[in-house]
């Protein structure tokens, strides 16, 4: 019931925050902005969930995990609605929102995964969990362009919106929220002992700064595949969003497999490294594609790519609930997910820029490739400061 309870909240909060990737072409001609802009939105909505993230890791403890993903799902919904009104200011408003509603989720979630699966089995527990990234990713790309061609970009918006207060259910807090300290007291010093624990920990240490390289691709992936597309290989949006559907379904399953690797054969540490150097290669890959190929052997590279660059999560995040201090897991996720989505701040820009003075999307793939390979050099060359044997 954890892990299904947590999916489906991760799965809503994630297709929450990647409907406007998803509508960019339509939205950016009504709103007069050129389609390279959505990378701001993206680190406009990671920027504020950095705060957002390691607030939420210590309003677990005071609300429970329950509540606090409850909150987040509403105030993405809130968001979402904002966006629709066309407002720049309001569009703004709403990025932030949704990013302060997505960044606690995923402290919440590891919080009671933490205290209810086996050490041995976290890698695959977690992975299931985090498959609902991608799987709100795919919900957003198969949904969305349909909503769009019926009741506009503002209507497909304010569907999801509804949807998620829907999901904000009241009936399951009381078993999962029994453990809430009432009398935790909230403030700015959380982040003092974020930055405390991991200054005493160099394997969180490690794991943070290779998610902040993990996430500059990931998310300039998923940000600008729909647009890659439609304006490099002429899809169409329907089309150009079916892809994106079936590169997040390579996520999922990516997600599944990689968890069961680490549990069983190459341990987290290792498997992270491999992942790393697949998407350094893809990136490559993504940038050398001709236009001439077919549909076929263009999806195929995509969802090829998707499963390593979309993958990774679960696996981190398993490697983060047993390397933090024991009964720790929700605020060292806070912390370690900061610098994740501090990635993501910078990814999606930095692609941006890179294409708009390229007049093209090829380089600034192969400017993100970076990121991967630095990472798989540093956790090489850092294996020995894991506390188990990974």
Not at 150 to 177: E, F, I, K, M, N
Request: aromatic share 8%; hydrophobic share 55%; proline share 5%.
């Amino acid at each position: 019931m954890v892990l299904f309870l947590t999916t489906v909240v991760q799965s809503l909060t994630s297709m929450a925050a990647l409907m406007v990737p998803v509508l960019a072409p339509r939205m950016a001609v009504d709103l007069g902005l050129p389609p390279a802009t959505v990378g701001y939105y993206i680190a406009l909505v990671f920027l504020a969930a950095i705060p957002a993230t390691v607030l939420g890791g210590d309003a677990v403890i005071r609300f429970g995990p329950i509540r606090v993903s409850q909150a987040g799902l509403v105030i993405c919904a809130i968001g979402l609605a904002l966006l629709c009104v066309g407002s720049p200011w309001l569009c703004l408003l709403g990025a932030l929102l949704i990013g302060f509603g997505y960044g606690p989720v995923t402290p919440a979630s590891s919080h009671m995964l933490s205290l209810s699966t086996p050490q041995r089995n976290l890698g695959l527990v977690f992975s299931v969990k985090q498959t609902g990234v991608p799987l709100g990713g795919a919900l957003a790309g198969f949904f969305a362009p349909m909503l769009e061609a019926s009741v506009g970009w503002q209507g497909a918006l304010l569907a999801v919106a509804c949807l998620l207060c829907c999901a904000a259910t009241q009936s399951l807090r009381t078993p999962h929220d029994d453990d809430r300290i009432r009398s935790h007291t909230l403030g700015l010093g959380v982040f003092r002992e974020l930055a405390r624990l991991l200054a005493r920990s160099p394997s969180l240490r490690t794991l943070a700064f290779a998610s902040f390289c993990f996430s500059t691709f990931q998310l300039s992936l998923t940000t600008y595949l729909v647009t890659y597309l439609h304006e490099t290989f002429g899809y169409t949006l329907v089309a150009a969003g079916l892809t994106m559907s079936a590169a997040q379904a390579s996520g999922v399953i990516g997600r599944i497999l990689w968890g069961i690797a680490a549990d069983r054969w190459l341990g987290s540490v290792r498997m992270l490294a491999a992942l790393a150097v697949a998407m350094a290669a893809g990136a490559a890959v993504l940038a050398g594609m001709p236009a001439t190929w077919g549909p076929w052997p263009l999806m195929a590279v995509v969802c090829i790519v998707s499963a390593c660059a979309l993958g990774w999560n679960g696996t981190f995040l398993a490697e983060v609930a047993r390397q933090a201090p024991s009964g720790a897991a929700g605020r060292a996720t806070g912390a370690i997910l900061s610098c994740t989505f501090a990635g993501v701040v910078v990814g999606p820009p930095l692609f941006g820029i890179v294409a708009s003075l390229t007049g093209g999307y090829r380089l600034a793939f192969a400017v993100i490739a970076a990121g991967p390979a630095i990472a798989a050099i540093a956790l090489y060359l850092k294996r020995s400061t894991f506390r188990t044997s990974t």
